[in-house]
């Protein structure tokens, strides 16, 4: 676990956290910006639009007042028509000073009113852009905790304890499908951990044993000579046998490095001289090397695990090879313990001819070429003994 055990985790969601805040902040500033200057415009619009219609009607009123006083004063006076018309005169003078005026007050006021608006609806945005970054913090924060929740607990986990899970709880959401994906990764490395341990174990058992036996013979051949040399090239043989075994399953398993047009009815054919071919077989896009140690595999296991006037059939059709013999019942829930490292099955010899690799082998095979393999046990009233079917995906079909 790191140093300082959630801290750390903690501190880096801090920071994730701090910037949804400023995100959550810097896009309502920006979008309150525009709503501001939007806002703005159409109030200065509609300001200047009331400012010019309250000063046409003052205008107007003006108007009328100066044609009345002008009219009442030249119809009073002896020389009425000359002195109304110096009177309407000086009205039309003084109503033009007055509509100057009037427009230039309208804009003064429409001015500072767009100024105070202005000053306050910016004050206002700030205010509410720092309250829009404490909310982002807060929200983000809820949305966070789970993360932080499932980054302390995946941090405790080692291959000691692979058996914990998140267990994320909550709606159905990307969090808790975040956690289900942890959690069934977490169960394909704890039973990856699992095989890997009981692969060691077998193969520490298997090592173990001819080299007992050589030590063994070795003891006895000290004081009686009595074959100590032929147990011994047994043993060495065994060994070898068990080292290729393994050489090969890793090959295998590290997947494939060059790819060729293979002809699965003639591997087939060349390792089971009675293989019943269909149409050729199919052209399988892989290693020749490989695919014939899978056909190799196969046919061996069958002969080696057969009784004594049994039968073996082989057959390649299309991109699947299956290969039938007969022999012991092997119990159904045991079919699948077969494809296991050092598994040979109940009542099968530990010390026989193989290494027990033979079908572990053929799976990672048969999965380094994009395909699987299955395993049927028959019963006793079909002869006993397995059908293994390997189907691979095929280019084409042999003519």
């Known amino acids: 676990m790191r140093p300082g055990g959630d801290a750390g985790y903690l501190g880096s969601g801090s920071t994730i956290r701090t910037r949804i805040a400023l995100v959550y902040g810097g896009a309502f500033l920006v979008l309150g910006t525009v709503l501001l200057l939007v806002v703005n ?72 009113a767009g100024e105070q608006m202005l000053m306050w609806s910016s004050l206002a945005l700030l205010v509410m852009a720092c309250c829009a970054v404490v909310v982002g913090w807060w929200t983000a924060g809820r949305v966070l905790r789970p993360v932080h929740e499932m980054t302390a607990r995946a941090a405790r986990l080692s291959e000691r304890n ?34 890997q341990r009981r692969f060691i174990a077998n193969a520490s058992h298997e090592l173990r044993t001819p080299l007992a036996t050589q030590r063994v013979a070795i003891q006895v051949g000290l004081d009686d000579d009595c074959g100590v040399r032929q147990v011994l090239l047994d043993a060495n043989r065994r060994s070898e046998r068990l080292i290729d075994g393994l050489l090969l399953l890793a090959r295998s398993e590290r997947g494939l490095a060059e790819r060729e047009d293979v002809r699965l009815g003639e591997l087939a054919e060349e390792e089971w001289a009675d293989a019943y071919v269909v149409a050729g077989g199919g052209v399988v896009r892989g290693s020749r090397v490989l695919l014939g140690q899978l056909v190799r595999n196969l046919v061996a296991n069958a002969v080696a695990y057969n009784v004594s006037d049994g039968t073996v059939d082989v057959r390649a059709e299309g991109g699947v090879l299956t290969v039938t013999n007969t022999g012991p019942v092997v119990p159904p829930d045991e079919v699948a313990g077969l494809f296991e490292p050092f598994r040979r099955g109940e009542g099968r010899d530990r010390m026989g001819p193989g290494a027990g690799l033979g079908l572990s082998i053929v799976r990672s095979i048969a999965e380094a070429h994009g395909g699987r393999v299955r395993a049927v046990a028959r019963g006793a009233r079909e002869g006993g003994g397995l059908v ?6 095929v280019t084409a079909t042999s003519a």
């Open 41 to 112: 415009l159409l109030v200065l619009a509609g300001t200047d639009d009331e400012t010019d219609a309250i000063v046409a009607r003052a205008n107007g009123v003006a108007n009328s007042v100066g044609n009345g006083v002008g009219n009442g004063v030249g119809n009073g006076v002896a020389d009425g028509v000359a002195a109304g018309g110096a009177g309407g005169a000086a009205s039309g003078a003084a109503n033009g000073v007055a509509v100057v005026e009037a427009y230039e007050l309208g804009d003064d006021i429409s001015r500072a």
């Open 388 to 393: 293994v079917t390997v189907t691979l995906p």
């Open 162 to 195: 692979l058996h914990d899970r998140i267990a994320v709880t909550g709606p159905d959401d990307e969090l808790k499908e975040l956690g289900d994906t942890i959690d069934a990764l977490l169960g394909r490395l704890e039973t990856a951990f699992d095989s």
